[in-house]
């Protein structure tokens, strides 16, 4: 039987997210092949074996848990494995492969994936520059751009810009794009931080607010069309899903739009022109490739009202898994149900 640590929580914006969706990936795991070793970190990043009830975590209660000890992947060759504190005394468990269910950063962004690399331990999902080349939007547009892929055009603004050519950016855009203009962190995900300025005062409080996640900010023109999303499941053969749209509604599909609005609607099978879920498929694709994923990622795309055209949004190198995920839910219309897609996602590291 093998050893599946999976990690959760972490010290990202996206730290509750991340608590739902390992609670759907626990559960998910078959306990007949794998025994699972469940890993919190919390938001100040301190790691703990947790041994408690697994319904405590998707609501972040685990870490009031007597249930838990201080535990760490340590570089030694002495402390292979796991090393947990307990009771004074210091126990190793070997692991196997570790199932990291951490979106943002320090989980999605190559940091984790750095580390068990040298630890010499498999992981599902992108490898570490992957990782870090996705969860930059920033690089990922420089590199998709390579493609001939349709973007939606942009600023980049940086925090060690001088004031005055932070003004100067954001007056061009406000002159290139008009409004709205959507003002994002670069390395955030789940919309944190994520405004769309309909003025040039409203601009410039969104610049703000996208700094307090990231040292680099993008200004995006805004794209007018249906939010589609194609997942992409890499077992051994490339399978992109079909096409997902989500229909929120709110002004945009903002943090709160996915995840505290219940009105919000996702559709895993919505009436697109014709050719649409090919090209999307195709577009995924390729961008998956481009960017050295493996395992799993979830490309997000417009189909632009006045053009029809598809235009690249985002990738996601480790999706969320919550119960209204649309990875989970894509790949379930394609013959991979919750219990295979796991297995088939934790088969695949060791590949």
Not at 14 to 41: L, M, Q
Not at 94 to 100: H, K, L, N, T
Not at 113 to 130: E, F, H, N
Not at 180 to 188: D, E, N, R, S, Y
Request: proline content about 5%.
């Amino acid at each position: 039987m093998k050893n599946v640590c999976v990690l959760f929580g972490g010290k990202s914006s996206e730290y509750f997210v991340s608590c739902k969706s390992a609670y759907t990936i626990i559960n998910s795991i078959p306990k007949d092949r794998y025994r699972v070793i469940p890993v919190g970190i919390t938001q100040k990043g301190d790691w703990y074996l947790y041994e408690g009830d697994t319904a405590l975590i998707p609501n972040a209660a685990w870490i009031d848990s007597a249930e838990k000890h201080p535990a760490s992947f340590l570089t030694h060759s002495q402390y292979p494995g796991l090393t947990v504190f307990r009771g004074g005394k210091v126990e190793q468990i070997e692991i196997d492969v570790v199932f990291p269910v951490l979106h943002g950063k320090n989980g999605e962004d190559g940091t984790i994936q750095g580390l068990l690399d040298m630890l010499a331990i498999p992981y599902v999902g992108c490898g570490l520059l992957s990782s870090a080349v996705c969860m930059d939007k920033s690089y990922t547009k420089l590199i998709v751009e390579k493609l001939g892929i349709r973007q939606a055009p942009y600023f980049l603004l940086l925090e060690k810009d001088p004031p005055e050519e932070k003004e100067r950016k954001i007056a061009e855009a406000a002159k290139a794009f008009g409004f709205p203009i959507f003002a994002k962190p670069c390395k955030a995900g789940s919309s944190c931080g994520v405004s769309k300025a309909k003025s040039l005062d409203e601009l410039k409080e969104a610049v703000e607010l996208a700094f307090e996640h990231d040292n680099k900010v993008l200004l995006e023109k805004a794209i007018f069309g249906r939010e589609i999303e194609c997942a992409v499941l890499d077992n051994g053969t490339l399978i992109p899903s079909r096409v997902g749209e989500i229909r929120a509604t709110a002004d945009f599909y903002s943090y709160d739009a996915k995840y505290a609005d219940a009105t919000s609607v996702t559709d895993t099978n919505p009436d697109l022109r014709p050719g649409a879920v090919e090209e999307v498929q195709q577009a995924a694709t390729r961008i998956f490739r481009i960017l050295d994923c493996r395992g799993l990622s979830r490309i997000d795309f417009f189909l632009e009202n006045e053009t029809g055209e598809i235009v690249f949004n985002e990738i996601n190198t480790l999706p969320g898994f919550t119960s209204i995920s649309m990875y989970p839910m894509l790949m379930e219309e394609m013959g991979h149900p919750i219990e295979k897609l796991v297995e088939e996602l934790i088969e695949s590291a060791f590949q």
